[in-house]
């Protein structure tokens, strides 16, 4: 069992040439909490449960901050969406940034019904939450460089000229300067093409393969830290359950001990009741063979 996140992305280009619109639905899947006495989910089911009732905790808990924020603005959002994976996904939905909307399932049957009241009690405050400052995604060009934070615009925009200059003077021919020569040297690395089809020298751009060395680095580094934010996740669920298993453990270990020691108590008590039982035993059997003789000399 899992949480499922579905994103369909819908792109518009035919507004202007160099312009698009970008909408994107997103559809997930919570999957329901589960009471562990209910299921008994045990080893792998249990982490999995754990980690989905979490998960659920913290979106309820993220909900319930957006709507007191939108009652009292002077109060601050809190940052609840940090404590779990899923909901630093969905950071812009929980900030009403973007459109959301709730969609609860539950059963019917008799045997369900405080799960069901329970769920619709809980979610049933959340119909007031408004989604009315919603940030428009603004338009950009076919290159996507407005999305782009204001840094690697910059960058961007230097490497485009830079490009445009360079192709510039390959077409008029200045490269053959000999003081123009030196100034590129200074920044690229010339290669003549040697044979017939040599024409022109061919500049390569160093900067392309550090930008793309870089890209490079920053996505294996993106790899590695969600890859560390899920082992985190779940060696905390593990702990957790390890640490819930231990108390138990202690516990009943605890009443193990103190059924031993009323056993033993009382197999004390039986063994003096026992002594005391036969002590009773032999003096009543004394008191019968007197009556019996006492019998025979009256008869007598």
Not at 54 to 72: A, D, I, P, W, Y
Not at 171 to 200: R, Y
Request: with cysteine; glycine share 4%.
């Amino acid at each position: 069992r899992s949480q499922c996140i579905i994103n369909i992305r819908c792109d518009v280009d035919n507004l202007d040439e160099d312009q698009f619109r970008t909408a994107i639905l997103t559809i997930v899947d919570l999957a329901g909490a589960e009471r562990e006495k209910r299921t008994g989910n045990q080893g792998a089911r249990l982490l999995e449960s754990n980690f989905i009732n979490n998960t659920s905790m913290v979106f309820g808990l993220c909900l319930r901050s957006l709507l007191e924020h939108q009652k009292n603005p002077k109060k601050p959002l809190q940052k609840h969406f940090q404590n779990s994976l899923l909901t630093k996904y969905l950071r812009d939905y929980l900030e009403g940034k973007k459109r959301m909307a709730l969609i609860l399932t539950a059963k019917p049957g008799e045997e369900d019904y405080q799960d069901t009241s329970y769920l619709l009690r809980q979610a049933s405050p959340f119909m007031n939450i408004k989604f009315e400052n919603i940030e428009e995604q603004p338009l950009g060009n076919k290159r996507r460089t407005q999305t782009l934070p204001k840094a690697e615009q910059a960058k961007r925009m230097k490497l485009h000229s830079n490009d445009v200059c360079m192709d510039d003077q390959l077409k008029s021919g200045i490269l053959h300067e000999p003081h123009k020569e030196e100034l590129i040297l200074e920044q690229d690395t010339e290669v003549e093409i040697s044979g017939p089809s040599a024409q022109f020298p061919v500049v390569v751009n160093n900067k392309t393969n550090k930008n793309n060395s870089i890209k490079g680095s920053i996505t294996d580094l993106a790899k590695k830290a969600r890859e560390y934010h899920i082992l985190s996740n779940f060696s905390r669920a593990l702990w957790k359950v390890l640490k819930e298993y231990k108390n138990k453990l202690v516990a009943s270990e605890n009443e193990a001990d103190t059924l031993r020691h009323s056993l033993t108590d009382e197999k004390e008590r039986c063994a003096a009741l026992e002594s005391e039982l036969n002590l009773i035993k032999a003096s009543c059997s004394c008191g019968k063979v007197s009556i019996a003789e006492e019998k025979d000399e009256i008869y007598v």
